[in-house]
Every structure is written in C-alpha cells, then in structure tokens.
C-alpha cells in the first residue's frame, strides 16, 4: 500500500461542500480583492489568537519581508536567524540588503539556540528571526531577554506553526511581530499561496497594511513605499472555511505523532522528534532521525512511501550565501541535521494502517 507524504485530497473530501460553496460565492459575486473574506480572515486569525492585529498578504516571504520592512530593517543592519530552516526566511533579509548572520540550532528540537545568539549581537544587528521548525514554538524567553536586554526586534517566523504554542501562549503572540504562510501543505493551506502578519504593535500594523498596497493608506496618495502584497479574496474565502478545523487537524496530527513515537520506542536506531518540555508541537512535519538516512530514504520511495529531507543544505553554506564567508562548523549541529533528518508522512488523514507501512519500511532499512 503506497503512503503519500501528505494528501491534500482527502482533507478537501471532507470539507468540500462548504468549499465549494465559498468559492461559488467569490464567483457570483466577482469580488476578487478585497472584501469581506478579507476582513473576516483577519479577524478569524485575530480571535483564535486572542491578542494582536492580522494583516493578510500575498505570501508567507513577503510577510517576512514586510514585517522586517515595517521593523526598519534594511542596509547595513544585520538580523540573527537559523541556518536551519526553509530559505525564504534568510532570503527575506537578504532582499532588503541586510546581512543574516546565523545562530547554531540546539540539536535536540532543531530550533534556534538561544545560547548562540548573544555572541552574535554587534552594533548593527536589528533583530532577531527564529523559526518555529516543524511545528514546534523556538525557546523564545531567553530569546525575548536577549532581545530586551540589546533593543533588538524579535519577529517569530511561524510559517509552520499555527497553533502551537509556548508555556500555553499561542505562536504568533510571542514576540512583536509574526508571519504565518497558507501554502498548501501547511496546517493552515490556501489553494495557492497566501500569508498573514501578526503584530502587537498598532503603528506596525499601520505600517504593513501601507506597504502591501503600494503605500498607499487613500487610494492615489502615498505615503511610504510599498508594493503589491494583496491575498486574494478566493483564498481568504477558503481559508474562513478551515480555520475552524484548525485545532481538530492539529489534534489529528498530534495523536498521529503520538502513535509514530510509540511504535518508534521499539527501534532504538530510531531518534524521534522531541517536544521540549512547555510546547505544544502541531507537527507540520514529523521528523526523525536514523543512520544511512540517504538509503533510508531511498527504500522508503521504492517501497511507495513519501519521506523528504527538510532541509538537505544548510542556509550557511548556500553558493549564495557563501558572500558571509561561512564554514561548516560554524553552524555544526544544523550541518549535522541536515545528513540525518527524514520527514515522514504526517496529515490529518493519516490512518494507523498506513503509519504501520512506513515503520515496516523503517525496519526493513535497519535489518
Ligand atoms: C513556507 C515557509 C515560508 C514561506 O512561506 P510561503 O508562503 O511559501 O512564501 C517561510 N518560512 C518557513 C519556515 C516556511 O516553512
């Protein structure tokens, strides 16, 4: 029995006449940009987060890239982030001409080590970007002390972490600013591409909401400028339909990552992901260790099994990057996640049937 890595299929079967539904009505309408299904995804982001103002853009990237933007980031300044996770959220920094500079990763959660980045901290650095890796919140009290402590910027780069959470409190309400990605394969997908920042700062939010339209707070007359960052009605139309299946998907995924753990517990090869003590993880990605992981991940696609490795190269040592003169063993521990890490079939949908296929074949590789 193939196992697709993720099945976007069967979370549209279960919802389909109410998408269909939403999205006949963007037609009828030919409401495109703007709107009501804006504005309702805005304040459905709002409420489930409790705290905070939502503005909807174009994408996860530019929700970074605005969000660093509204911060002042830009020439000359340097912001401290990952090497360990997916490129957009560098590249964001890099786009607006300043310098990322890259913390190691702790080896146990795979997210930023807050150890690493006082040393990092010069007269120029702005800010500070963790990333909520797989689903799993960054330690970010230290993260905020330090923050606190050198008048940084913090922005939670949440791209794969709606609705976890830290100590009880939702990602995206822990620090001043975030930025959430509807791709779709995240927990939260758009039938396209779409994104939101979070921010608890009210002259912030005024500040993104000029940037993604060019600028401009009354139509013709702009005050700063911005560009095209709008989210498109017909995804919003469609993320107000999931967004109230959020949590049940994340509780899904949770008692799936559960079940992997316990049949896990029998193959000591086998290093499973690990919640750091406080987290709520929502397993956007389910993420183990083992040796040979190349052959591992071969057997698995021969055998009809999706499996990924998030993320084969490390930031710090991309041909682009190689400008910031970067070494492997300045980021050793997210140069090492990048050899052992597989990615699992992890969705909703998921059954026990199939989680049992891709531990046969997880067995099968360490015969
Ligand atoms: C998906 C993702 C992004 C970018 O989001 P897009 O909507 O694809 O632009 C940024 N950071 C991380 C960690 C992501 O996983």
Same mark, same amino acid.
């Given at each position: ?145 330090? +923050?606190?402590?050198? #008048?940084?910027? &913090?922005?939670? *780069? =949440? $791209?794969? %972490?709606?609705?976890? !959470? ?24 758009? +039938?396209?591409?779409? #994104?939101?920042? &979070?921010?608890? *700062? =009210? $002259?912030? %939010?005024?500040?993104? !909401? ?42 899904? !995924? ?42 591992? !991940? ?70």
């Amino acid at each position: 029995m193939p196992v697709p890595m993720i099945d976007l299929r069967a979370q549209y079967r279960r919802i389909k006449t109410e998408i269909d539904a939403a999205v006949a009505e963007v037609f009828e309408t030919q409401g495109f940009v703007g709107g009501i299904n804006i504005d309702r995804l805005e304040k459905g982001i709002e409420a489930y987060l409790g705290v905070g103002c939502a503005i909807a853009v174009a994408s996860g990237t530019d929700a970074l890239l605005l969000s660093l933007k509204a911060m002042g980031v830009g020439p000359g300044d340097e912001v401290i982030t990952t090497p360990f996770t997916f490129f957009a959220t560098a590249g964001a920094i890099a786009n607006l001409g300043a310098k990322p500079v890259f913390a190691d990763i702790r080896p146990d959660c795979f997210t930023i080590d807050p150890d690493a980045i006082e040393a990092l901290v010069t007269p120029q650095t702005k800010a500070i970007v963790p990333v909520h890796l797989y689903g799993q919140c960054a330690d970010m009290d230290p993260i905020n002390a330090i +923050a606190s402590k050198y #008048g940084l910027a &913090v922005l939670e *780069d =949440a $791209a794969q %972490a709606l609705g976890a !959470r830290d100590k009880g409190r939702p990602a995206c309400t822990l620090a001043p600013m975030a930025a959430i990605s509807f791709y779709p394969t995240k927990n939260l997908g758009g +039938a396209g591409d779409g #994104g939101m920042v &979070v921010t608890q *700062d =009210a $002259a912030l %939010a005024q500040r993104v !909401r000029l940037l993604r339209a060019h600028g401009a707070g009354t139509t013709y007359i702009h005050t700063i400028v911005g560009t095209n960052s709008r989210l498109d009605a017909l995804q919003a139309a469609l993320l107000n339909v999931k967004l109230p299946h959020l949590d049940q998907w994340n509780a899904e !995924r949770r008692a799936q990552a559960a079940y992997y753990a316990e049949r896990f517990a029998e193959i000591p090869e086998v290093i499973p992901p690990v919640e750091r003590a406080g987290n709520f993880h929502v397993y956007h990605q389910y993420v183990i260790r083992l040796p040979h992981r190349d052959a591992a !991940r071969d057997l698995l696609r021969a055998r009809g099994i999706g499996c990924a490795v998030f993320y084969p190269l490390a930031l710090h040592m991309q041909e682009c990057f190689r400008y910031l003169g970067y070494e492997e063993k300045d980021c050793t521990h997210a140069a090492q996640a990048c050899r052992e890490v597989l990615a699992l079939p992890m969705y909703p949908e998921l059954t026990p049937d199939q989680q049992d296929e891709v531990v046969a074949a997880i067995k099968e590789h360490l015969a």
